[in-house]
């Protein structure tokens, strides 16, 4: 029976089923074993399992994701925490030249079953390094998987999925939800890893959003059918690859696109979405793609962070310009 749970405890449940089912998967990061992890997601898991399994490693995510590698290379299929989205750079060299590229420069022989969990986004108050939005980076990198669950259930799903995939995945997780709750059924027949989902149809303008903006879009949907406008929210839960399929079909029938994501708009997976989908819906289309994000600046203190983030009245903004043209 589905069970209702935040989106941390989902993710807890999926790590220990992983655990459980297969002896070679490994979780490692800073503090993941006797603290559970600053966000207490691996809470209890190195208390079950042993600190075998459940490793904490040093402060050092190039050596975090180097043993990763070396681990996999073994047969093991490792799940590795980068603490914040801002310490994962020390980790960057690794991951884009010797993680994504391994599959190819054996020519297939070698397989990287590593799952890099990251904690991304604003809206907790966090200080510098803490709050970054950096998918945009590991999607330009060919070899990656990178996706982001927007709720409970997806964030269960996506990582046992993510956990069986022989290819490496970085795994957003929007720490701003993790404590939103949803419905999870651990006998569902999930959703494939990139297939996106329309979490609310509507007929006047499609709004595509993943991770932490995916809730912001309901919400816009909400107060814009209040004016009697029509929105379709689709839940993305994979930027590489994109699911252009699923958008495409969307825009068809509304004709309008506002893509809504964290991340800074300039250079942001936004413009990548807006492109492809200028290429395939130009005769569709009845207004420019447009885009909701952060500024491109470096990310504020605490007490500026409502001011960057996309919120409710910058989505609407963009409904109205998109509609009126």
Known sequence: MAEKMAMAKAINESLRRALEE?????????????????????????????????????????????????????????????????????????????????????????????????????????????????????????????????????????MQQAIQSDDPVIYFEPKRRYWDKAEVDAEAIPAPLHKAQVVRAGTDLTLAAYGPMVKLCQEAADAAAEEGKSLEVLDLRSVSPLDFDAIQASVEKTRHLVVVHEAPVFFGSGGEIAARITERCFYHLEAPVLRVGGYHAPYPPARLEEEYLPDLDRVLDAVDRSLAF
Do not use: C
């Open 22 to 158: 297969d002896p070679k998967v490994l979780v490692m990061g800073e503090d993941v074993g006797k603290l559970g992890g600053v966000f207490r997601v691996t809470d209890g898991l190195q208390k079950d399992f042993g600190e075998s399994r459940v490793i904490d490693t040093p402060l050092a995510e190039s050596g975090i994701v180097g043993t990763a590698i070396g681990l996999a290379l073994r047969g093991y299929r490792p799940v590795v925490e980068i603490q914040f989205d801002g310490f994962v750079f020390p980790a960057y060299d690794q991951i884009v030249t010797q993680l994504a590229k391994m599959h190819a420069r054996s020519l297939g022989k070698v397989k990287m079953p590593v799952v890099v969990r990251i904690p991304y986004g604003g809206g907790i108050g966090a200080v510098e390094h803490h709050s970054e939005s950096p998918e945009a980076l590991f999607a330009h990198v060919a070899g990656l998987k990178v996706v982001s669950p927007s709720n409970a259930s997806d964030a269960y799903w996506m």
